[in-house]
């Protein structure tokens, strides 16, 4: 109901979809890229929808993973420590950085 709330306060167009049973839902945020005040808006509703989803124990990914957008809200829901493991995986694997750079963790 926030999140609706939200919506409406801040004159988005982001329909909402969910699967009711696990808690999971989407939206698709409507944006006018071309437009400085549209962004802005979008990047705070933005904000605003993964802290409460960090709030009630949930994740900043949701099943579409982190990409580059996400990134800055890895360290809140898992804390540096585990980054740090996430980023030594990451190393060991692809010592390069050659696959998916510049995604999901700054190495």
């Known amino acids: 109901m926030e999140t609706k709330r939200d919506i409406v ?3 988005l167009i982001a329909p909402i979809v969910g699967h009711v049973g696990d808690g999971n839902f989407h939206t698709t945020l409507m944006v006018d890229v071309e437009d400085p005040a549209d962004l802005a808006k979008a990047k705070t509703f933005m904000s605003r929808l993964v802290d409460r989803a960090l709030a ?3 994740t900043c990914t949701g099943e ?4 580059q957008g996400k990134m800055k809200y890895l360290s809140a829901e898992h804390g540096e ?3 740090d493991a996430m980023r ?3 190393r060991a694997f692809d010592p390069q ?3 998916n750079p510049g995604k999901i963790l700054k190495i």
């Open 64 to 67: 579409h993973g982190v990409g």
């Open 9 to 11: 306060e801040m004159g």
């Open 56 to 58: 009630m124990e949930g």
């Open 97 to 99: 950085n050659i696959m």
């Open 88 to 90: 030594a995986i990451k």
């Open 81 to 83: 420590a585990t980054l």
